[in-house]
Structure formats: C-alpha cells, structure tokens
C-alpha cells in the first residue's frame, strides 16, 4: 500500500513539474487552505463555504483559494506525510503565497511541520484548532487563528441531564492508529466519565460488529459518535452514515459532536458548527490579506458549538422539550398547518375577504333596493291615490254639474218640442234622444272613472253591474259569479280588484275580441280571490310584460299596493285567464 502511494505521488510530482506555471500573471492574493479529510465531506463543505464568502468579502483584493486535504483517515501510513510534503512543495513551486491556512488540528500539525520548509515567511492562520494541540505545538512565528474547545464532554453531560438514568456509555469512532483525532476525543471522554459510567468501547471495529453490538447495548445507555472516517477494516465512511447505520440499529439513543450528523439519526448535542470554523478563519485570513502582519493579530478563543436537536428523535426517545438548555435550537420539527400551507391559507383568506366584501356590498346594494323599492311603493301608492283622488274628482264633475245639465237640457228640448205650433220640428225632434244618450253616456265615463257604487253596494254587487253594462253594450256574454254571503272588504282591495277586473274585461273585448267573459268573486279564510277568464285570441304572456305594457304592470301594481299577487295564463289562440288573489286583514262575514 505504501509503495503504491508513492508510485502515485511520484507521477503526479512528474506531471505538475512539467506543467508551466502561470503564476505572474495573477495580480491578486493566493491563499492555500489544508484539510485532514476529505473536500465533499459535509463537516469541510460548509466550512469552505463560509471561509470563501467571508474572505472576498472582507479583502481589498481579489483571492484565489487553493485546497488541499491530507485524507489522512485513508491514506495516513508510515512515510504518508513525507511524500505528501514533496507532492505539495512540487505541485506550488514558483507560485506566490500570501497566506496558509489549516482548519483543524491534524491539518495545523502538518501546515506547522512543513511551512518553513515549503512556505518560509508566509503567515499561518488557522481554525479549528483546540487548547491542547496549540500548547503541544506552541504558537510558530507570523501565525495566528482561532482556539476553539470540542463540545465531545458537553454533549455527553447533557444527555446524561436528559437521561438520568443512563449507566452505560457506548463510544463509536474510527481505528485509534489512523484516526487520531477519534482516540483524542475516546481518551478525553473515558478519562472524564469513566469512573460514573460503563464505558463500552466500540471504535476501531468493522462496521457490522459495531451495528450488531449497538443492537445489544444493556439498558439505560447512550452512545456517542466521535470521529468516524473509515472502519477497523479500511471500508470508507462518512459520518452521516455511520449515524444513520447507529440510529436503524441501535437499542439506545444516539449523540454527536458534529452539526452536519443532525438529521442523520442522533438525538443532538452540543455540537460543532463548520460554518463558524469558516467565517472566523476567513476573518482572520482576510486581515493578513489586507495587510496586517499575522503575529500583530490575538489568538482568540471562540465558541464554534450550538445546542441542537432532531424534533424527531427527541420524540423517539420520550425527551421533551422542556427539558432542553435555553437557547436549543430544535430542527425538522413538522411543519404548523400555516407554516405548511401559508400561501393556500393567505390565498383562502384572500377569496373569503373578497367574497365577504362582495356579499357586504350585494347586501348594502339589497338594503338600498329595498330602500328604493320602498319608496318606489309609496311613491306608486301615492299616485294610485292621487289619480283615484283625480278620477273621483272628474266623475263627480260629470256626475253632478255636466251629467245633471245635460239631462235637463233634454228634459227642456222635449218639453219645448211639445209646444212647437204646427206640431214638433223633426230637428228638435232628434236633438232629444241624442241629448239624453249623451247625459247617459257621460254617466257611464262617470261611473268607469270612479265607480261610486263600491261606496255604496259594494264590491260584488258593483262587479255584478259592471259586467252586466258591458255585456249589454258589447253584446256579449259576460258571466259574473260573486260571493254567496256578504264579506267585509277594505275599501283599497275592493277598489283595486274591481280596477283588476276593468282592465282585464276591456283588454278581452278590445285585444282580445273574446265573445264570452266569466268574472268569479271567490273568498276563502285568507282572503279574496278574482278570476277573468275569455275566450278570446290570447297571447304570449312573457312578450306583452318584456314590451312594457301599462296595462299588465297597471294591474300588478295596484295589487302589490294592497299586499296581492297576480297570474295571467294564456298562449295566442288559447284565450286568457286573470287570476287576482289578495290577502284580506280579516276575513269576516257581515250578514
């Protein structure tokens, strides 16, 4: 395996050095980032997101940023650094660099070891790092950086809070030989609670043992996943897996000490967050490229850790949330109904808003209609009254003065034509008849502009009269059958019946050229009922009320005035029927 890996480093040296370098042609900064594993692994992912944005942001200058990754998990056997070391200082020769960062302690050891041979008086900043591997290495000349503290201890005393009654603690890393960073943390860990918990020892093992073995953990215990990069037989795996593997399997519930593991099985922690690795390196970074010498710069200590769960998980394991720290935060929590459906809720809001404003508005518009129809019906009453008032004023006129002169100017033409000398003059004799036809006549447009009977015989019987006077002067049959007893009828609904009844005799005999005309006067416990029925040509109902006869609305107003409703049933050729009913106040007898 070493042998191949040199073979490898070799050829690669070979093709870089043949490779020309275009190194005087950029003008702005160069910085070299080192890694210990893996670019595509989510942990250096959002760690190289953020550094990148932090630094074009905060330089004066364009930057080209160069990655490298040990992948020492992999690739880290007897010999692995030295010919890396070479590797590197061929791949960068003759190209200018401004700056070496190392994120992380593996890749601070290694950045440390070779800058002054590779990179002599080029400023070291770095990230990721803790206490104890800058103590160990001490602070180099023209460095400076970020200490931070693995949040391993913190996440196991919070499960311990939230599991009281764990006695057994599971740890899971990679094999103690190649992953140094996996028996740090196991030995910190073992060291800090070895003395109040079983410590089961799971590291270093092929990953089926461990899944099978996590399976049969005793109760009331608890496993922690340090850093897992590949297992005791060399099989490649990322930490997310290797979560989510623990979590299918496991009797017991799982923790990290890595924000990207959320999500992939593991309760939560207190966990570290890459991105806060970036942004602090790419701040320090972006200052020693704006000028700043990096040894004028404090070594800071930052906290890169967040309290943060799996709403999911917390769930699985009976952990409420009340029992958390201030300040966690709680992930892939379902969605609320308005988080889920906000546009559909804003947009069904919308339409009710709108149909409510509609409907409000069609109200308003349907209390104004009836506020006009209102008024339109009083308004329609009053003229009703006043051209009744006008008629009754105009037949009494005839009636009284014209009528009444008439008749005696035909009483004095008789009474003159009798005295004549020499017998009566056929001229005087004439003018007779026609003035008492005339005083007749007016009598008749009396009674039609005002029927006075109804004052004085009432309705049926004016009904009666009226029908017989038009069959008389139509020569047609006009039957009318009226009440059998007497019945007490307002005046108003006595007057707009025989109004209804009018209308419709005279529409029969001049439209409709009816030679028979039944009049019925009905009455039950509700009220009055009026039918005028002929047998004339008809016609189409709809069309005359679309044409705006008067007559059809005349009737239909009167009616409505009084409370009443009127039909009409007829067709061309079918005759015509009139049907008034009208509700009576009460409905008595009067003898």
Request: proline share 5%; charged share 25%.
């Amino acid at each position: 395996m070493r042998l191949k890996a040199v073979f490898v480093m070799t050829g690669l040296v070979v093709l870089c050095a043949a490779a020309p370098s275009s190194a005087t042609e950029w003008q702005g900064r160069s910085v070299l980032v080192i890694e210990a594993d893996r670019p595509e692994l989510p942990l250096y992912v959002a760690a190289n997101e953020a550094f990148r944005a932090t630094v074009r942001d905060a330089s004066r200058q364009p930057v080209e940023v160069f990655l490298e990754s040990l992948d020492m998990a992999r690739f880290g056997q007897e010999g692995y650094l030295e010919e890396f070391e070479k590797w590197v200082g061929t791949k960068y020769r003759g190209r200018r660099m401004d700056a070496v960062v190392a994120l992380g302690p593996v890749a601070y050891r290694a950045a440390v070891r070779w800058r002054d041979k590779l990179w002599p008086g080029v400023p070291l900043v770095f990230g990721g790092v803790d206490r104890g591997t800058f103590e160990a290495l001490g602070r180099v000349p023209g460095s400076t950086g970020a200490l931070i503290e693995f949040g391993h201890l913190n996440s196991i005393r919070m499960a311990l809070e939230l599991l009281p009654a764990t006695r057994h603690l599971a740890i899971v890393g990679g094999p103690p030989d190649r992953d140094l960073h996996a028996k740090f943390l196991g030995s910190q860990i073992a060291a800090a609670f070895g003395g109040r918990l079983e410590i089961i020892e799971l590291s270093g093992l092929p990953m089926t043992e461990i899944v099978d073995r996590a399976k049969k953990l005793p109760g009331h215990s608890i496993v922690i996943v340090t850093s897992f990069s590949v297992d005791g037989t060399g099989r490649v795996f990322t930490g997310q897996e290797v979560c989510a593997l623990l979590a299918a399997a496991a009797n017991a519930p799982v923790f990290g000490i890595l924000r990207p593991y959320l999500g992939s099985g593991i309760v939560g922690g207190v966990l570290l967050d890459p991105a806060i690795v970036g942004r602090e390196a790419g701040s320090s970074a972006a200052r020693v490229l704006n000028g700043e010498p990096a040894a004028s710069i404090a070594i800071r200590e930052t906290d890169v850790n967040v309290r943060a769960f799996d709403w999911r998980r917390l769930r699985q394991w009976g952990i409420a949330e009340r029992q958390l720290p201030p300040g966690s935060i709680v992930e892939f929590r379902p969605p609320s109904l308005w988080q889920e459906h906000s546009v559909g809720i804003l947009a069904a809001a919308g339409a009710l808003f709108l149909q409510a404003a509609l409907i409000g508005t069609l109200l308003i518009e349907r209390r104004r209609r009836r506020a006009v129809n209102r008024e339109l019906h009083l308004l329609s009453g009053r003229l009703l009254t006043a051209q009744e008032d006008e008629r009754r004023r105009v037949a009494r006129e005839l009636h009284d003065d014209i009528s009444q002169r008439l008749a005696l100017l035909a009483i004095e033409a008789d009474t003159a034509n009798a005295r004549v000398d020499g017998g009566p003059d056929r001229r005087a004799e004439g003018a007779s008849p026609k003035l008492h036809a005339l005083a007749a006549d007016v009598h008749a447009i009396a009674q039609h502009l005002h029927p006075s009977r109804l004052e004085s015989i009432g309705l049926p019987a004016t009904l009666r009269a009226f029908c017989e006077e038009v069959g008389k002067r139509q020569r047609i049959r006009v039957a009318c059958r009226t009440l059998e007893r007497q019945v007490e009828v307002p005046a108003d609904i006595a007057l707009a019946l025989f109004r209804v009844a009018q209308e419709a005799v005279q529409n029969a005999v001049r439209h409709g050229g009816a030679k028979a005309i039944d009049v019925e006067l009905a009455a039950d416990g509700r009220g009055l009922a009026l039918t005028v029925a002929d047998d004339g040509r008809g016609f189409a109902v709809g069309g005359a009320e679309r044409g705006g006869g008067l007559g059809i609305a005349g009737m239909r107003e009167r009616l409505r005035h009084v409370g009443g409703r009127l039909r009409i049933d007829s067709r061309p050729g079918a005759g015509t029927t009139v049907v008034a009913k009208v509700p009576l106040p009460r409905a008595r007898d009067v003898g």
